[in-house]
């Protein structure tokens, strides 16, 4: 199991990259890792160029392949999947800093071997970035990629998804969102 660490968004709402915004003490970026580092036999950081010096000289730091490079979370996902090879990749995104390990090690627990992806929930909307993915939707990913294809759900749609309702994981829904503006 190889951790992917998306920590490459351009974070335009948020107004600096958020792989560096602060909570509770520590950067985003190491609280996703922390998480992924507990189940995770590595963990890869993917990012932009300009940003690859900032993270800590011990983590493991690439940026997407040339020919997807700045297309979002599914390119980072396959530039990950083709630099660190390995069977199950777990993906969190660095702007959900409440995700820990508890978390992640209770997905890696429900994740079903015989769906593509295994994501999670709630009543109200998907999060489809903290998620696992196996290895065998490698080459359909490269294909929607190659064709232009940049939306995360719809290659979700395609695949086989199981989808794990996020109080199976943890009681407080707040733990899931996603970190959008400063203030949220």
Known sequence: MVGILLAGGMSRRFGSPKAFAEIEGELFYERAYRALDQVCNHVVIIS????MTRFSPECDVITDLEWVAGQGPLAGILSGMTARPAENYMVLPCDMP???PAEAN???ELADDLSD???VRNA??????FSIWNFRVKEELHKD???GQLRVMKFM???TTEWIDSSQLHEDPLVF??????DD
């Open 145 to 147: 990629l190659a064709a």
């Open 48 to 51: 932009r160029p300009e940003l």
């Open 106 to 108: 209770k997905l890696l």
């Open 157 to 159: 749609d395609k695949v």
């Open 177 to 182: 969102r996603n970190l959008n503006q400063p």
């Open 117 to 119: 992806i295994t994501a």
């Open 98 to 100: 409440f995700i820990g």
């Open 124 to 129: 109200t909307e998907k999060m489809p970035l």
